[in-house]
């Protein structure tokens, strides 16, 4: 089984070196690494270009035009149409790290049920500390969507998806309409399929960092609430 590994990076020249080489270095060795630049404004991709050529590292880099504010859609747009070649792929934030052995312990929890979908929990963590452990529980598709129409009851950055599943649902993000809230929404289509993403409520190695700078936490202070208007969507449709 062979795990794709794309990594979105916008201006994170702080923390981008920490994260691109905990994914290179991962004891599972059938991954590629697949890093897409949105068009930093800071010395992001003069740094990756420099630490590749240095170490003659083995990956991917790309850059494609940044459109939509607060997210990733467009470096993994690139990356699913162009270079993702593993049977499962997942999205690693580049302020964000990965214990060496977190692809090694996804690959052997995929390989029991082969789902569509697989979720674990997170670890939050800050300059000085651990944080949190953040994990979700539901028991069925209907717990599943029950969950959704309070809160995304799902660790995006943990997400694996099976490759072209996506494409073969006819679903996506829209981040025109949704900005960083894409993701929510795909899960609601997701569990509008009748599929549930695969949870396994342990951490399994996923560092996510919180700072100031991430499109997440920007989101939450966006004028517009999304999540209120993706929950009013779905619960119009789910319970009438």
Request: charged share 30%; with cysteine.
């Given at each position: 089984?062979?795990i794709s590994?794309v990594?979105?990076?916008?201006n994170?020249e702080?923390y981008?070196?920490?994260?691109?080489?905990?994914?290179?270095?991962?004891?599972?060795?059938?991954?590629?690494?697949?890093l897409?630049?949105n068009?930093s404004?800071d010395?992001?991709?003069?740094i990756i270009?420099k630490?590749?050529?240095d170490?003659?590292a083995?990956?991917i880099?790309?850059?494609?035009?940044?459109?939509?504010?607060?997210?990733?859609?467009?470096?993994i747009?690139?990356?699913?149409?162009k270079?993702i070649s593993?049977d499962?792929?997942t999205?690693?934030g580049s302020?964000?790290?990965?214990h060496?052995?977190?692809?090694?312990?996804?690959?052997?929890?995929l390989?029991v049920?082969?789902?569509?979908?697989?979720?674990s929990?997170l670890v939050?963590f800050s300059?000085?500390?651990?944080?949190?452990?953040v994990?979700y529980?539901y028991?069925n598709?209907d717990?599943?969507?029950?969950?959704?129409?309070?809160?995304?009851c799902v660790?995006?950055p943990?997400v694996f998806y099976?490759?072209n599943?996506?494409?073969?649902l006819q679903?996506?993000?829209?981040?025109a309409k949704?900005?960083?809230?894409?993701?929510?929404?795909?899960?609601?289509?997701?569990a509008?399929k009748?599929i549930i993403?695969?949870n396994?409520?342990?951490?399994?190695?996923y560092?996510?960092r919180i700072?100031?700078?991430?499109?997440t936490?920007?989101m939450?202070?966006?004028k517009i609430?999304?999540?209120?208007i993706?929950?009013?969507?779905?619960r119009?449709?789910?319970?009438?």
């Amino acid at each position: 089984m062979k795990i794709s590994i794309v990594i979105p990076n916008y201006n994170k020249e702080k923390y981008v070196l920490q994260c691109l080489h905990s994914c290179l270095n991962q004891t599972y060795k059938n991954t590629e690494v697949i890093l897409i630049d949105n068009e930093s404004s800071d010395s992001s991709l003069e740094i990756i270009n420099k630490y590749k050529h240095d170490n003659n590292a083995n990956f991917i880099i790309d850059t494609v035009k940044n459109i939509y504010p607060k997210c990733w859609d467009e470096c993994i747009e690139l990356a699913e149409e162009k270079y993702i070649s593993g049977d499962y792929y997942t999205i690693i934030g580049s302020d964000d790290v990965i214990h060496e052995k977190y692809i090694e312990n996804a690959a052997r929890l995929l390989y029991v049920k082969r789902p569509l979908f697989f979720q674990s929990s997170l670890v939050w963590f800050s300059e000085d500390d651990i944080i949190r452990e953040v994990s979700y529980k539901y028991e069925n598709i209907d717990d599943f969507k029950a969950q959704l129409l309070t809160k995304c009851c799902v660790n995006t950055p943990t997400v694996f998806y099976k490759k072209n599943s996506k494409k073969d649902l006819q679903i996506k993000t829209e981040p025109a309409k949704f900005s960083g809230a894409g993701d929510y929404a795909l899960f609601c289509e997701i569990a509008d399929k009748k599929i549930i993403i695969e949870n396994y409520e342990k951490w399994i190695g996923y560092y996510y960092r919180i700072n100031p700078e991430q499109a997440t936490w920007q989101m939450h202070q966006s004028k517009i609430n999304y999540d209120k208007i993706i929950q009013r969507k779905w619960r119009q449709k789910w319970t009438n």
